[in-house]
């Protein structure tokens, strides 16, 4: 066997990734919503929702976010066949496949080293999804595949196994990820036994030990006899008969009920007794979250659709999540403050929970209810109207405030002969912008140096104008930045030797046109291999003055 080889998924298109365009984002004020009032200090503002295809915004936040996302939430399609009606089955599974690696090798990317990826997910797909994931994370990552009841009742019309769950699939970055545990108050209906002499609710718990090791001959010294009220010999023998033993040897539970008379408790089951130990409900005791996420504790797809029907009861979106299981994600995964984020915002529930939660967000949506249906459900979230989903819970009262971006255009495009060219609606600071992002510099202009427009580290600098600079400007130039810096000057064309030590200068865009795919708008149904570099010919000089 070829010691390379190593087991993974594979399908049609797998090695065809995509060059992507890292694009520039553009706010439009005219949408952007801050509440009127600043409700409390900590108020949450600068919250983004991104207009535009999910995988070319990723990108576009690569370069900010990258290692600062503490949690990551998405609602995928679930590529039931809808959505790929013109395709057979086995390149629809390969599209549908493709598609989720892509987004999932940049949202990796973007998470933190304690940050955590949940997607709900159902049958169709969800264990080839597990295996995409385990490549991309590690198979150590896996934190577990968490089973919602999505519906509270037994669909009476299926044809054959009533759908009655979704798969929520959970990983992490690396191991300094720490799950936090629930508090009890959300788990009040396991303690439903009142003990009179302490005024206390507790639950049971048997004594006779459940699971692994235990069975008497595992632990011999566990079986061992214990008097019943009516004076029977009681042993630890399983409802099947088999030989069982108890949790606590004979010396520790003479002693636990010397101390606490009341610790355990018998109740007789049929002919038999089975003794159990009370455990009590503390004010502050918690619990890890159990791998079963029942509908009565995180909401389920009917209740999902009521809190849709708050703000926009013409038009229902068709597949919403619940706020109430939104929040028990956040509250394993996340603190007050973090920054969460939906690729598949769908109609907002991420972003109104977090806000909500008083946690930071970013949304990205490319259908058109990223305007009919989340921004009307955040203003009112904003202004505190909204009084439906999980308000109550957390006595939200509004406050905080989005704002709201689209993609910018490709930055290049082809004239009517096919040549590349600047995009001509780019400004000079959105090509400064845009050009920073694809070398990999901070866009960060300086007010009084004319040719600092960003910086890669406090010495690094790049300079961007759309003016043919001369051999004695780029000598003048040079002398301005000095020993101690470099600068990366990018313009449409230079005269001179191109020799000077401290500067790099480059041609625009003859020196962008190999890095990425140019002019793609959408890789939603990416099935052929968009990867071929874009002509070199033909890119334009003087498009802007950059001052």
Known sequence: MNRNQRLELTWVGKDNRPKLEPRILLEDPSISYHAKHRVTDNDLFDNRLIYGDNLLALKALEADYSGKIKCVFIDPPYNTGSAFTHYDDGLEHSIWLSMMRDRIDIIRRLLADDGSLWITIDDNEAHYLKVICDEIFGRR???????????????????????????????????????????????????????????????????????????????????????????????????????????????????????????????????????????????????????????????????????????????????????????????????????????FAGSGTTGAVAQKMRRRWIMIELGQHAKTHIVPRLKKVIDGNDKNGISNAVSWNGGGGFRYYQLAPSLLEQDQWGNWIINKSYNPEMLTEALCKLEGFKFAPSESVYWKHGFSTENDFLYVTTSVLTHEQLQQLSEEVGADQTLLVLCPAFRGSGDYYNLTVKKIPKHVLNRCEWGHDDYSLRIENLTQAPLESGYQHNLFNVK
């Not at 089973?147 to 191991?175: G, N």
């Not at 008969?241 to 520790?252: A, K, V, Y």
């Not at 995180?298 to 029907?309: C, F, I, Y």
């Not at 394993?332 to 969460?340: H, K, R």
């Open 141 to 343: 990552n896996f934190i577990g595949n968490i089973v919602w009841q999505k519906a509270y009742s037994v669909r009476m019309d299926a044809k054959s196994v009533s759908m009655d769950h979704d798969h929520i699939l959970a990983y992490r970055k690396t191991e300094a990820f720490s799950m936090q545990r629930l508090k009890f108050d959300q788990a009040d209906k396991q303690f439903n036994l009142f003990d009179e002499r302490t005024q206390r609710y507790y639950r049971r718990r048997s004594l006779r030990k459940e699971g692994s090791n235990s069975l008497r001959i595992d632990r011999p010294n566990l079986f061992y006899p214990i008097i019943a009220p009516d004076g029977i010999e009681v042993l630890p023998i399983k409802p099947n008969g088999i030989e069982g033993n108890w949790r606590w040897g004979q010396s520790t539970y003479l002693k636990n009920i010397e101390e606490q008379p009341d610790l355990v408790e018998w109740v007789k089951v049929k002919d038999r007794w089975e003794l159990y130990v009370k455990q009590y409900k503390e004010d502050d005791s918690t619990r890890p979250a159990s791998s079963f996420w029942p509908s009565n504790e995180v909401g389920h797809n009917h209740e999902a659709k009521e809190e849709v029907k708050a703000f926009n009861p013409a038009d229902v979106f068709s597949t919403p999540k619940p706020e109430r299981l939104l929040k028990r994600i956040l509250e394993i995964s996340t603190n007050a403050g973090d920054l969460v984020l939906d690729s």
